[in-house]
């Protein structure tokens, strides 16, 4: 383990609405009280202490033979006998390792680390690397969505042992989304609030999961495909609005990611290709966010509002980006996605049961 001090329109469907109840900038004091999932206090405290820089971890999971690296950061150092802070868990998608998803830096171009946004928001938050991506291991695997589950799991020991935690809140955009879901659908004694960004349910009538399945057979010959810096920036101009991203995100991933290879695993695809749906909703039994950007090729509406009505909490909510392609966190809007989270995550406890 290593440590190191360091005008919108938004459409909302289904129950538990939280959207416009939260709190505005940033952590007010008032927030002591009522809040979802018991975190009203740790809120308050992180509040209270949000001058603090933000501190980050490193750590290693084992599964099995392979190593998962797993990274976290939070305002201020662990103290013994505080308040463990909320725990916010995030799960990355199929063409990026976790820190280029998450703790991204764009010079001059404003915030785009979402690990710094909500530990300013008083989160406890962690993200991993999962098999054959960024620094875990590289194995002959192809790290498919049932491997991405068994590699949170592993990673449950750690969490529980540094944040005295056993629940906590789980975010996944694009493949991440599937992974997170699955993991909620196999283990909903460890996940207190679920969000899913850029999900992909049966895939229907999406042209980036049809250009995939055109590529299939190409896919399943070998347990990595190609990823190169063209490949990093087309992501930001298959959806056909370019104009969603700052040109100087991809150049800043490109810098990021390429000390990795040219080359990711392929597991993910072929799941979205050739075997969705991967998540059962009447299995995930917690809160659930759902976002989509509102020109993501990933996915439909009319896909993603067939799993939002099947699933079983009424502490549920549905949300549109506006102006927002499929990589929502990297977009110029993503200070919406923060919003939806944010006020999802400080939801009122309901007094009606």
Known sequence: MKHHAIARR???????FGLGAGFGAGLGAGLGAGLAGGVGQALAEAARSGTEAIWSGEYWASKGEVKLFIYRKRAGAPRAGAAPLPVLFLVHGSSLSATSSYDLTVPGKGEYSMMDVFARYGFDVWTMDHEGYGRSSVTSGNSDIASGVADLTAALDVLQRETGRSKYHVFGESSGAIRAGAFAQAKPDRVERLMLAAFTYKGSGAAEIKRRQDRLAELR???????????????????????????????????????????????????????????????????????????????????????????????????????????????????????????????PAPEAS
């Not at 938004?10 to 538990?16: D, H, K, P, R």
Request: with cysteine; net charge negative; glycine share 6%.
């Open 10 to 16: 938004t459409l909302i469907a289904g129950a538990g």
């Open 221 to 347: 010959a070998n347990p990595r495909r190609k990823r190169d810096a063209d490949m990093i920036r087309s992501i930001f101009t298959r959806d056909g609005h370019p104009s969603a991203y700052d040109p100087a995100v991809a150049d800043a991933i490109v810098a990021s990611e390429m000390k990795y290879g040219d080359t990711v695993p392929a597991g993910t695809y072929i799941d979205m290709a050739a075997n969705l749906p991967l998540v059962d909703p009447t299995k995930v039994t917690c809160p659930v966010l759902m976002t989509r950007g509102e020109w993501d090729g990933n996915s439909t509406n009319a896909d993603l509002l067939d799993f939002f009505a099947q699933l079983p909490n009424g502490d549920r909510q549905y949300v549109i980006l506006p102006n927002t392609s499929h990589s929502e966190a990297f977009g110029k809007n993503r200070q919406l996605l923060w919003y939806a989270m944010k006020n999802f995550l400080s939801e």
